[in-house]
């Protein structure tokens, strides 16, 4: 058992940015490719947000490429999702994801 603790979300204006914070309790972001997810209101399936295998390698979910960041700190006990010019469809539960281990889901409003 890792558990995962997501926090940062919040309520942002359209064209704002948030930093949303993933920490595990063990090494396990050292040892596994790491995501981040969202299921949006009314949405019945979660969305890949981006990804970071191992050795750094970075992907993006095609409606965030270029707005948003995933990156971890040198100890690699916490994960980040940077979002910046954020829209509204950008509304969602985010989690991040670790193996078999997922975080307890943060709320994200983009709305003015």
């Known amino acids: 058992q890792v558990p995962l603790v997501e926090s940062g979300g919040g309520l942002v204006q359209p064209g704002g940015s948030l930093r949303l914070s993933c920490v595990a309790s063990?090494?396990?972001?050292?040892?596994?490719?790491l995501f981040w997810y969202r299921q949006a209101p009314g949405k019945q399936r979660r969305e890949l947000v981006a990804?970071?295998?191992?050795?750094?390698?970075?992907n993006y979910g095609d409606s965030v490429k270029g707005r948003f960041t995933i990156s971890t700190d040198d100890a690699k006990t916490t994960l980040y999702l940077q979002m910046d010019s954020l829209k509204p469809e950008d509304t969602a539960v985010y989690y991040c994801?670790?193996?078999?281990?997922w975080g307890q889901g943060i709320q994200v409003t983009v709305s003015s």
């Open positions: 994801q670790v193996f078999r281990y």
């Open positions: 063990g090494t396990i972001f050292s040892i596994y490719s």
């Open positions: 990804s970071m295998t191992t050795d750094g390698t970075t």
